[in-house]
């Protein structure tokens, strides 16, 4: 109802539900829309532009003249843009960005367990930690077990208890490099965009073949953004 009192001379959605409603608009308001990721129920000639990850794009001709392919998925950049790399003078840090269970990946406690074990080993840095919401409760668990008193702590960021905004960002900022799971292409876009040197690791997958997730992060490797 409020949509129907106002017109727009572009529309811009994102994600694949909002695809229809952008088509809809466009062609009412006779106005110029632009869609972010794959369109849904509705033709994508529809669209004068659709800006899509490359890792979407599983064709191998070429993308038709409307279509933008992005080598990561669109995020805003952190409000901590510009004002120094974190590190420096300071002591270094190491951040680490824990995703969750999703269609391809299964995050299985012991594995995140024996991953923050290597780590702690494996470097004597202060550690930046954050889980993110698809972070399962079994998870949470084990990270806090080894890391909210662990003197390399400096930061433990319980995704789905926070209220706290920026927190990614934050650590993005402060971290001299990043550790992120795989499963998360928006994580893993986020990462290379800091700026930073990132090592991408992978969940167990829960079926064989190669993944989207890993198509993406081999050439992200390729290009030299990530190890």
Known sequence: RSLSSVRGDIVISAGASLSAVNAWLGKSWHAKNIHLMKPNLVSWRRFNKIILPQHDWNDRTSPPHNVILTRLTPSFPSPFMGEGQGGGKEEKKVGILLGGNSDQYRMDPDWVDRLLD????GTDKKLLVTTSRRTSPEVE???????????????LEIANRSKQNGVIERILHDSAVILVTGESMSMVSEAVSSGKPVVVVFPPAKSRGVTKHFRMVRELEKQGFVK
């Open 118 to 121: 290597e780590i702690l080993k």
């Open 141 to 155: 668990s084990v990270v806090e077990k080894l890391l909210k008193n662990h003197p390399q702590c400096g930061l």
